[in-house]
């Protein structure tokens, strides 16, 4: 089982950058793939970013290829997220999830990713 906490959003202006961090709890934080999700108002959620358990492969939505670069530390339990060029499509609570088989199936469905943080706020003024 594993226990993430999300962190490092907050209000920033078109073509800010920002770095995401997720914090995990549980010594085998190393053997899940991580994702990242958002949800803006009245959306459904959506897949921003996947990186396999050892950061072997990664996956980005078209919306966020080239801006947006996911990793992970697993010394630390910790994985990122660092949004460049931020726009304000791109306002939104963010969330990591984990999960010891999206990475191998429907990585971008929300409904495989087992664990949940509670969010973080990002949003981009124009």
């Known amino acids: 089982q594993v226990q993430l906490a999300e962190s490092g959003g907050g209000l920033v202006q078109a073509g800010d950058s920002l770095r995401l961090s997720c914090a995990a709890s549980?010594?085998?934080?190393?053997?899940?793939?991580v994702g990242w999700f958002r949800q803006a108002p009245g959306k459904e959620r959506e897949f921003v970013s996947a990186?396999?358990?050892?950061?072997?492969?990664?996956r980005y939505a078209d919306s966020v290829k080239g801006r947006v670069t996911i990793s992970r530390d697993d010394t630390k339990n910790m994985a990122y997220l660092q949004m460049n060029n931020l726009e304000p499509e791109d306002t939104a609570t963010y969330y990591c999830?984990?999960?010891?088989?999206?990475?191998?199936?429907?990585?971008?469905?929300?409904?495989?990713?087992?664990?949940w943080g509670q969010g973080t706020q990002v949003t981009v003024s124009s």
């Open positions: 999830a984990a999960s010891v088989t999206a990475l191998g199936g429907d990585t971008m469905n929300p409904r495989v990713w087992g664990y």
């Open positions: 549980g010594r085998t934080f190393s053997i899940y793939g």
């Open positions: 990186i396999s358990s050892a950061g072997r492969n990664m």
